[in-house]
């Protein structure tokens, strides 16, 4: 290689092969391995849910880990096109795209607003549970930890109520797994009874229930099985690129061209001046 002062110099071939250091794959000619495991010895002895785990954290997940988090994963991957995500991969679909920019373009949206709940209820979650660490009752640590994220990070308690849904069928389904995992000593149940005290609390004085939904219950099961908070988004990435994919491919199949949010024909409010002419203008 030559140098800016015009001599030359061989470079160093393990600065090169350390560009790069990773410790989840292990790969040489004719050999896969993902944190030490044969690739061959894998396909037919795990599943998917194993394979996330494997990859994210370094070790195969016990039967009753795997299970929890398939059920967190199966749980999240669609909405409907009223969804944000999915309708974005629907309409860019008619725009031309292929299913990986219409992919890829939905999951750019799964930001704080839409995706983003489910790692900020763990955080929540694991907020409360060092106030219990503290020393602090259950109801007490629910109350503080309540008070102290809306006054530090919004008025909004991630993970509880919904838009559409009175009372989030996934919710209950998922938060029951969980309570079930703990009662055989798979998992402690801290987060789940968490999860119950904060729906308890919520509902306090209201017209109406603050059920947990989709978001708090998938955070019980991240938090339970010790998943970094923002894994939590990522994994749920991971699961609504499903839907994602599946919705992508049904508009591709039945066709149509720039199918924009609103419907052929429907125009939208405008609520800007009236009407007027240009002024005259001297460009001299």
Same mark, same amino acid.
């Given at each position: 290689?030559?140098? /800016? ?99 890829? /373009? ?29 020393? /602090? ?103 609504? /690129? ?43």
């Amino acid at each position: 290689m030559t140098q /800016s002062d015009g001599t030359s110099q061989e470079l160093d071939p393990r600065l090169a092969q350390q560009w790069w250091r990773t410790g989840i794959i292990d790969m040489q000619p004719g050999e896969i391995r993902y944190r030490g495991y044969p690739i061959e010895e894998l396909i037919g002895q795990v599943n998917f849910a194993d394979m996330v785990w494997l990859m994210t954290r370094g070790e195969l997940p016990s039967r009753a880990q795997s299970t929890l988090l398939e059920a967190a994963l199966v749980s999240a991957v669609d909405h409907g096109p009223q969804a944000p995500s999915i309708a974005i991969a629907r309409m860019a679909m008619t725009c031309g795209s292929n299913l990986n920019n219409a992919m890829s /373009s939905a999951v750019n949206v799964l930001d704080d607003v839409h995706g983003g709940a489910g790692e900020q209820a763990v955080e929540l979650y694991r907020l409360i549970h060092a106030h219990q660490e503290a020393g /602090s009752t259950l109801e007490d640590a629910v109350g503080d930890g309540i008070a102290e994220w809306q006054r530090t990070r919004s008025k909004h308690i991630p993970g509880f109520g919904h838009r559409f849904h009175p009372v989030d069928p996934r919710g209950p389904r998922l938060l029951g797994l969980v309570e079930e995992a703990a009662e055989h000593g798979e998992v402690g149940g801290h987060f789940a009874a968490i999860a119950r005290e904060i729906e308890r609390q919520l509902g306090v004085e209201k017209p109406r229930p603050i059920p947990l939904n989709i978001d708090g219950a998938t955070a019980v099961i991240y938090a339970e099985l010790d998943f970094p908070a923002p894994l939590a988004r990522g994994l749920f990435c991971l699961s609504r /690129s499903v839907g994602i994919l599946a919705h992508a491919w049904e508009q591709k199949c039945q066709g149509g061209r720039n199918k924009g949010p609103i419907p052929k024909g429907w125009l939208w409010p405008y609520d800007g001046p009236a009407q007027r002419s240009v002024p005259e203008r001297d460009f001299r």
